[in-house]
């Protein structure tokens, strides 16, 4: 049976997933294209003007959080879980299920895994009630990401209006997921979370590679033609910045973050405006549809390769690139061990790395060694090049509200 899209109880095109039975919403169509021609020819303009920027709050994610006796704050101090980002994700994940009268809320202690089901509650659950709800978010969770899903380790927070409706928005976070499962009877919507205002958020990772001669190549089927040929195209040897930015359009930039979403299957994007207010777009209409209204949002975004974080081992082609980097990062031979010294280093390309733990780098080339270690050091101390790790360069980018947008709040 081919894909069929219905009304969704919030006034949205959506992809109908029912399958055990048939499906008690309206009429059904055979495209996303006419369910919304059908939305149009029977809602007012204004409404969906209104309708393309759900407002989840009209509190900012800065005021929610100052306030120690808020719902947010109180689930972040029950739940125990100290990643970064998970304050705001709890934030606009909490107004996005109150927009939908889901008030009640399990939460899972992350030190214990004993779930909470008592605090966010009209009336405590009995262990059966509880139980119903977790094999419900599970369900769902595999559903959306398949068979093999951790479900144990991706549900954070349940959210539900009472244990017997099947109405549960399912907060998520692991590798395997997104960051919210929207579940009402047949039919479930997957949600990104993304805190847009000030600094933004990440952009979705690609893994690049880097030949010995310096080149980047990149295969991967989700990126945009844009994006792939300003990636192939490109050489770097030492790559001793945090991150090279590509020069890309603002426009194409949202739309390798629109294919990245919709690729993984997200319905919904909620993101926050300039004022730090949050919002919802649809994710599951068209690519072209998606980048306007982001950008109407007022929604930038920008491509880099990172370099900066994850290390891997020396191979052929890393310890050629090093060897290749003569008179460029370091001056000299390397002798026949692979070793050169401490004073063949060119000391402008020296810096510390690092957050937590401190190490020295040159280049794109990271050492074993600490701040206070490399001090003690003398001029010819030895470093086999085998002995270094280089960073993986990481496709990336940031998404963010571009300077000078106006709030959406005032845009009618």
């Known amino acids: 049976m081919g894909i069929k899209y219905h009304i969704s109880d919030d006034g949205r ?44 709050s009209t509190n900012t994610v ?177 790559n001793d910045k945090d991150s090279d930015i590509l020069k890309i359009p603002p426009q194409e930039a949202l739309r390798q973050f ?13 993101f926050t405006d300039k004022e730090g207010k949050p919002y919802v777009i649809d994710m599951s209409q068209s690519e072209e549809d998606c980048i306007q209204d982001l950008s109407n949002a007022g929604i930038t975004a920008q491509i880099k390769i990172r370099t900066n974080q994850s290390t891997n081992r020396m191979d052929n082609a890393s310890i050629q690139r090093f060897k290749n980097n003569q008179n460029n990062l370091f001056s000299g031979e390397v002798d026949k061990e692979g070793n050169i010294t401490v004073s063949q280093i060119d000391k402008n390309k020296i810096r510390e790395t690092g957050k937590s733990k401190k190490f020295i780098r040159f280049g794109e080339f990271r050492t074993k060694f600490s701040p206070e270690e490399w001090k003690t050091l003398s001029g010819d101390t030895k470093i086999n090049v085998k002995d270094l790790s280089y960073f993986r360069p990481i496709l990336s980018g940031d998404i963010k509200i571009r300077e000078g947008a106006t709030p959406i709040s005032r845009l009618w």
């Open 62 to 238: 800065e005021q929610e959080l100052k306030n120690k006796k808020s719902k947010t704050n109180k689930i972040l101090e029950l739940s125990k879980r100290k990643a970064t980002g998970f304050n705001y994700e709890v934030f606009m994940a909490n107004n996005y299920a109150r927009t939908k009268n889901l008030n009640n809320v399990m939460i899972r202690n992350e030190e214990t895994g004993k779930w909470n089901t008592s605090t966010f509650a009209e009336k405590r659950l009995s262990k059966e009630e509880a139980q119903k709800l977790y094999k419900n978010a599970a369900r769902a969770v595999k559903e959306a990401y398949g068979a093999d899903t951790d479900t144990k380790s991706a549900i954070k927070v349940i959210y539900y209006d009472n244990p017997e409706s099947g109405n549960i928005f399912v907060q998520t976070g692991s590798n395997q997921t997104l960051d919210g499962i929207s579940v009402n009877k047949n039919e479930f919507r997957i949600v990104e979370i993304k805190r847009t205002h000030k600094n933004g958020a990440q952009l979705e990772e690609h893994l690049v590679s880097i030949g010995s001669n310096g080149e980047y190549s990149i295969e991967d089927s989700r990126l945009t033609d844009e994006v792939y040929s300003a990636v192939n195209n490109r050489n770097t040897y030492d």
């Open 258 to 270: 629109t294919r990245d979403y919709k690729t993984r299957g997200t319905d919904e994007l909620v």
């Open 13 to 56: 095109p959506a992809r109908c997933r029912a399958s055990k039975r048939a499906c008690p919403k309206g009429p059904h169509f055979l495209s996303q294209g006419e369910a919304q021609e059908y939305l149009d020819n029977n809602m007012d303009e204004s409404i969906q003007r209104q309708k393309k920027f759900k407002q989840l």
